[in-house]
Protein backbone atom coordinates (compact mmCIF):
# COMPACT_ATOMS: atom_id res chain seq x y z
CA UNK A 1 0.00 0.00 0.00
CA UNK A 2 1.43 3.53 -1.27
CA UNK A 3 1.90 6.41 1.74
CA UNK A 4 2.12 9.84 1.31
CA UNK A 5 3.02 12.10 4.15
CA UNK A 6 3.35 15.66 3.92
CA UNK A 7 4.51 18.27 6.21
CA UNK A 8 5.22 21.84 6.42
CA UNK A 9 2.34 23.67 6.43
CA UNK A 10 1.12 26.65 9.19
CA UNK A 11 -0.21 29.85 9.24
CA UNK A 12 2.29 32.34 7.67
CA UNK A 13 2.13 36.00 7.24
CA UNK A 14 1.94 37.39 3.48
CA UNK A 15 5.15 37.41 2.02
CA UNK A 16 6.42 34.86 3.67
CA UNK A 17 7.93 31.04 3.30
CA UNK A 18 7.04 27.75 3.92
CA UNK A 19 8.79 24.48 2.97
CA UNK A 20 6.71 21.57 2.33
CA UNK A 21 7.70 18.01 2.12
CA UNK A 22 5.55 15.05 0.79
CA UNK A 23 7.39 11.36 2.18
CA UNK A 24 6.58 8.53 0.29
CA UNK A 25 6.77 4.67 0.65
CA UNK A 26 7.21 4.29 -3.18
CA UNK A 27 9.25 1.48 -4.68
CA UNK A 28 11.37 2.78 -7.59
CA UNK A 29 10.46 6.40 -6.09
CA UNK A 30 12.84 8.06 -8.73
CA UNK A 31 10.75 6.32 -11.96
CA UNK A 32 7.77 8.44 -10.79
CA UNK A 33 6.41 11.62 -11.90
CA UNK A 34 5.30 13.47 -8.56
CA UNK A 35 3.01 16.41 -8.32
CA UNK A 36 1.87 18.63 -5.65
CA UNK A 37 -2.13 19.90 -5.58
CA UNK A 38 -4.25 22.52 -3.53
CA UNK A 39 -7.65 22.97 -2.88
CA UNK A 40 -10.05 25.15 -0.96
CA UNK A 41 -13.56 24.62 0.10
CA UNK A 42 -15.54 25.56 -3.45
CA UNK A 43 -13.00 25.10 -5.86
CA UNK A 44 -11.71 22.92 -8.18
CA UNK A 45 -8.26 20.80 -7.04
CA UNK A 46 -5.11 22.21 -8.61
CA UNK A 47 -2.19 21.30 -9.60
CA UNK A 48 0.32 23.92 -8.56
CA UNK A 49 3.67 22.38 -9.33
CA UNK A 50 5.08 18.80 -10.91
CA UNK A 51 8.06 17.55 -11.04
CA UNK A 52 9.34 14.18 -13.42
CA UNK A 53 11.13 11.59 -12.88
CA UNK A 54 13.58 13.16 -14.92
CA UNK A 55 13.78 16.25 -12.32
CA UNK A 56 12.23 18.69 -14.98
CA UNK A 57 9.83 20.63 -12.87
CA UNK A 58 6.24 22.93 -14.00
CA UNK A 59 4.41 25.15 -12.32
CA UNK A 60 1.04 26.30 -12.84
CA UNK A 61 1.29 30.23 -13.77
CA UNK A 62 0.07 32.15 -10.25
CA UNK A 63 3.08 30.56 -8.66
CA UNK A 64 5.82 30.47 -11.17
CA UNK A 65 8.48 32.69 -9.93
CA UNK A 66 7.34 32.17 -6.36
CA UNK A 67 7.22 28.22 -5.45
CA UNK A 68 9.82 25.76 -6.38
CA UNK A 69 9.42 21.99 -6.55
CA UNK A 70 12.07 19.71 -5.85
CA UNK A 71 13.17 15.85 -5.03
CA UNK A 72 15.29 13.75 -3.01
CA UNK A 73 15.11 10.23 -4.75
CA UNK A 74 17.26 8.93 -2.14
CA UNK A 75 14.82 9.65 0.91
CA UNK A 76 11.92 9.03 -1.80
CA UNK A 77 11.05 12.69 -0.77
CA UNK A 78 9.53 15.71 -2.81
CA UNK A 79 9.89 19.31 -1.34
CA UNK A 80 7.94 21.93 -2.18
CA UNK A 81 9.75 25.87 -1.33
CA UNK A 82 6.66 28.01 -1.26
CA UNK A 83 8.14 31.73 -1.02
CA UNK A 84 6.24 35.40 -1.21
CA UNK A 85 3.48 34.03 -0.27
CA UNK A 86 -0.29 35.14 -0.90
CA UNK A 87 -3.81 35.05 0.61
CA UNK A 88 -5.20 33.09 -2.17
CA UNK A 89 -2.55 30.40 -1.57
CA UNK A 90 -4.31 29.38 1.30
CA UNK A 91 -5.03 25.71 0.54
CA UNK A 92 -4.61 22.16 1.81
CA UNK A 93 -1.77 20.78 0.09
CA UNK A 94 -1.48 17.13 -0.97
CA UNK A 95 1.10 15.22 -3.20
CA UNK A 96 0.26 12.18 -5.85
CA UNK A 97 1.79 10.29 -8.52
CA UNK A 98 1.59 11.79 -11.60
CA UNK A 99 0.51 10.64 -14.86
CA UNK A 100 1.01 11.70 -18.23
CA UNK A 101 -1.90 11.32 -20.92
CA UNK A 102 -3.85 13.15 -23.61
CA UNK A 103 -0.99 16.01 -23.26
CA UNK A 104 -2.16 16.39 -19.57
CA UNK A 105 -1.07 15.13 -15.75
CA UNK A 106 -3.52 13.71 -13.86
CA UNK A 107 -3.51 12.28 -10.48
CA UNK A 108 -2.87 8.33 -10.18
CA UNK A 109 -4.45 7.33 -6.49
CA UNK A 110 -7.84 7.92 -5.88
CA UNK A 111 -6.96 8.59 -1.92
CA UNK A 112 -5.68 12.00 -1.19
CA UNK A 113 -4.96 11.35 2.37
CA UNK A 114 -4.76 14.33 4.67
CA UNK A 115 -2.39 17.06 3.12
CA UNK A 116 -0.61 19.83 5.15
CA UNK A 117 -3.01 23.16 5.66
CA UNK A 118 -1.83 26.16 4.71
CA UNK A 119 -2.97 29.79 5.99
CA UNK A 120 -1.24 32.74 4.59
CA UNK A 121 -3.12 35.71 6.49
CA UNK A 122 -2.17 38.80 8.78
Known amino acids: QVQFVESGGGLVQPGGSLRLSCATSLDSFRAYHIGWYRQVPGKQRELVARITAGHSAGYTDSVVGRFTISRDDPKNTVYLQMNNLKPEDTAVYHC????????????????WGQGTQVTVSS
Open 96 to 111: NVLRFTAGDYYPLYDS
